[in-house]
């Protein structure tokens, strides 16, 4: 069956259910607006199980996801969601992009969170954006900006929080929302949470365990990915 829908690291599929879809995760991986590629074996099936649990966990803390069921081991069932273009970054230190562009050095911590949102589009490589780009676009209203803000603060403190538990550090994420198809008035969290998409260090040895791992060729890539789903599933286990 074609898919739907095929991204750099994940296919959408049709199921029975129309408000209902097959999210596979793909063993591709891209860096830099996908100027660097590659195939790790085991990718998906690590970053679908990150993914469930990450969803789980939230959802027990009161975030709305776009979670259904787990499928197999590189399928969740997920609820069809229209994606907002807008990412959502949220920076506990400084690393990657913010370091590059702002000169200030990988690690330094931040006082308070930063959020950030880009434009979703490969074709402009995601530009940085803010909530009047969001409003000018048609991309999200003021009142939407204000919620996504208002929830990504909520999911980092979570995540920092359980991450803590795990020995990760949570340096940075990227977060992505939709609303529903069977109420468009319903925004939820969507798409995945996983070392793709977090910058996480061992609280102990400072060890990148995280998709830094292939931008900065540092090699034991997917041995860092099956460590943190190692410490994520010993984490969700205890609670
Ligand atoms: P950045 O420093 O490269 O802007 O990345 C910030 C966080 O967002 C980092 O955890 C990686 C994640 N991220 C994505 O998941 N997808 C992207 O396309 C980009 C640019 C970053
Ligand atoms: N996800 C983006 C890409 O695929 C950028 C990145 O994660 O570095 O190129």
């Known amino acids: 069956m074609a898919p739907l829908y095929e991204g750099k690291a994940k296919r959408l599929y049709t199921t029975d259910d129309p408000n209902v879809l097959r999210m596979e995760y793909k063993d591709e ?37 776009h ?16 994606i907002l273009l807008v990412e959502v970054i949220v920076r506990n230190q400084a690393a990657g992009n913010f370091s590059k562009r702002m000169g200030v050095e990988e690690g330094t911590k931040f006082k308070t969170p930063i ?13 940085l954006i803010n909530d009047d780009y969001a409003r000018e676009m048609g991309l999200a209203t003021p009142e939407e900006c204000a919620f996504l803000k208002e929830q ?31 109420d468009p008035s319903k925004i939820v969290l969507a798409d995945e949470i996983s070392p793709d998409t977090c910058r996480l260090w061992d609280l102990k040895t400072g060890e990148k365990m995280d998709k830094d791992r292939f931008r900065e060729d540092l090699g034991g890539v997917m041995e860092a990915y099956a460590e943190v789903l ?4 010993s984490a969700t286990s205890e609670s």
Do not use: H, W
């Open 115 to 127: 959020v950030e949102f880009s434009y979703k589009s490969d074709e402009l490589g995601d530009p």
């Open 230 to 233: 190692e410490r994520v599933q």
């Open 67 to 82: 979670l259904v069921a787990d499928v197999d081991e590189v399928n969740l069932l997920v609820k069809k969601v229209d």
């Open 29 to 65: 991986a891209t860096a830099f607006n996908a100027e660097k590629k590659a195939v790790f074996e085991d990718k998906g099936r690590l970053n679908k199980a990150i993914t469930l649990l990450m969803y789980q966990m939230l959802e027990k803390k009161g975030t709305l996801t």
């Open 152 to 182: 990504a603060l909520i999911i980092n403190g979570v995540m920092i929080d359980f991450f803590k538990e795990c020995g990760l550090g949570l340096v940075d994420f990227k977060i992505e929302f939709g609303r529903l198809a069977e």
